[in-house]
């Protein structure tokens, strides 16, 4: 089996596969007609070249990522690669906050006991994902625990897929390594010898440095792995600690800086903070974009930052070739950095009278409704006026991400649009993304001038099966591809709602399908005039 997505309408495979369903592909599982096919060739090998040690190796990925579910023993000549590629990357097997690893970790102990112990792990690092050169995306917090798991299911070893972008991995591997020769090696003893050999002087701001953005994955409850995950882990108040770290050890270096002749480890220090200065920049710069892109909607200002963030990743590129991998592999397309500060850029001209101009930014905060058994349209939820009496009350109660998984869905909240649900802590009790049916309800102002001419709502970024309802009405409907990557990664949706707005209060709402992973709003809507 290639990297690919199988169907089969044989009758032998129709039987074996029980009508069954992998909920994180969204396919027909077809493990148990995969493996009895498997089982029969190597029958047929064996009895041709009864002498041979050959091996035969597959692939556990999409169809076939689910164990087999019949008393299936693999033959001897497979071997088997899980590769959990749709399953949270954040997270260690034995955290609360993600049921999708702990479902991984038992469907683990089963392959191995289906492949008698000849399982591979195709293990993801953060750093081979979709993310940005220069930002930090640890995965210690997740292997150093999983990797006891490996070793007590029995498993044949670990084959690692990483970019090696160093910038991104940092000591991913080196820690990684590590526990695959030995997985009750000391983590942290490991990063306490690391700081000060690595750092000398700045050794102690470093640490606090590090493991300020080790502690924020550990404690995300988001589960995605790719760039909108950014603003749930790269707080303003993260950024701002982490300045205040960088800094501190950038003067404990500086004297190193002033000397006419310097030891060896003397400049390795010095190029080490230069390292972790252009890293900082380029992190800085990036959230600095998404933030006003985002939260603010100035896409004048998105792009001169995401400008400034592409100049800091070419001097952390200029620096090494380890630090950066983009100028190899390339990185074109709106999933990319570069891609992301073009779909900056190009919202621009529909407000600042190009294509387009603004006639107002939407609010920040809207009304939000989780819907799991879709009775919001019998209800009439378009045509009501939201209930926030229950917010009101208990507001301070879920204030913070975890405590909102907890809220009752028969009311309704308030919620960011500068973010996804899930990173807000819109989840269901047992922490995984709120799937079903949701509503955003707000009203808007306006005066009747602003309601004239060929008037827009854009949404710059959202996810998932929509619709949009004015004033009551249905006035629009987006599909979209429940595999959220198999979309147009600008996630953008633009409605024309000519005649549908009037002077004064005008009620905005949108009903969200989701049946996978995220969905919702990550960045503030607007009504423009479009030219």
């Known amino acids: 089996m290639e990297d690919g997505t199988y169907y089969s309408e044989s009758p032998i495979d129709n039987e074996l596969k029980g009508n069954l369903y992998d909920k994180y592909f969204l396919v027909p599982s077809l493990t148990d007609p995969f493996m009895v096919f498997y089982n029969k060739l190597c029958r047929e090998l064996a009895e041709s070249h009864p002498d041979s040690d050959a091996k035969l190796g597959f692939l556990a990925y999409v169809n076939p990522t689910l164990p087999p579910q019949r008393e299936i023993t693999a033959e001897p000549q497979l071997v088997c690669y899980v ?174 800086a002033a000397k006419a002749q310097r030891t060896r480890a003397e400049q390795q220090y010095l190029d080490r903070m230069t390292f972790a200065r252009a890293s900082f920049d380029t992190m800085h710069n990036y959230m600095q974009m998404v933030f006003a892109a985002a939260t603010d909607a100035d896409y004048a200002k998105a792009a001169q930052f995401g400008q400034a963030g592409l100049a800091a990743r070419e001097t952390l590129a200029d620096l090494n070739g380890t630090f950066t991998t983009y100028r190899r592999y390339g990185d074109s397309g709106y999933a990319w950095f570069p891609g992301e500060v073009k779909q900056y850029e190009e919202l621009l001209p529909f407000i600042n009278g190009q294509q387009g101009e603004l006639i107002t930014r939407l609010p920040l905060e809207w009304a939000f409704r989780r819907d799991p058994n879709d009775t919001g349209l019998p209800r009439g939820f378009p045509r009501k006026d939201v209930d926030l009496t229950y917010w009101h009350a208990n507001k301070d109660a879920y204030a913070t991400p975890v405590a909102r998984k907890d809220y009752p869905t028969t009311e309704w909240e308030m919620i960011r649009t500068d973010i996804y649900p899930q990173a807000q802590g819109v989840l269901h009790p047992d922490f995984q993304s709120f799937t079903g049916y949701s509503w955003y309800k707000t009203t808007v102002d306006l005066d009747a001038a602003q309601t004239r001419g060929n008037v827009h709502v854009r949404f710059p970024g959202l996810f998932a099966e929509c619709w949009l309802y004015v004033n009551g009405d249905l006035v629009a409907h987006r599909t979209q591809n429940h595999m959220w990557w198999r979309n147009d990664y600008r996630f953008e949706w633009d409605v024309d709602v000519s005649g549908r707005l009037k002077a004064g209060e005008n009620d905005i709402t949108l009903r969200v399908y989701n049946t996978h992973h995220m969905s919702g709003m990550f960045r503030r809507p607007f009504v423009y005039r479009a030219k």
């Open 83 to 256: 590769a959990p590629i749709d399953i949270d990357p954040i997270h260690s097997m034995d955290d609360e906050k993600s049921p999708p690893r702990q479902e991984y970790r038992e469907a683990v102990y089963r392959w191995s006991k289906v492949m008698q112990g000849r399982v591979v792990i195709y293990d993801y690092d953060q750093g081979m994902l979709v993310w940005r050169s220069g930002m930090p995306n640890p995965s210690i917090q997740s292997f150093r625990h999983d990797v006891k798991h490996y070793r007590d299911a029995g498993i044949l070893g670990v084959s690692t897929e990483s970019r090696n972008a160093i910038g991104i991995t940092f000591l991913n591997l080196h820690v990684r390594g590590q526990l695959m020769w030995n997985p009750d090696v000391d983590v942290d003893q490991l990063l306490a010898e690391f700081y000060p050999k690595f750092y000398g002087p700045a050794a102690e701001p470093m640490r606090r440095y590090w493991s300020a953005i080790y502690q924020a994955w550990e404690d995300t409850v988001a589960t995605e792995h790719e760039y909108f995950v950014a603003p749930a882990i790269y707080t303003r108040e993260l950024l701002a600690q982490l300045q205040a770290d960088l800094e501190a050890a950038e003067k404990l270096v500086a004297p190193l």
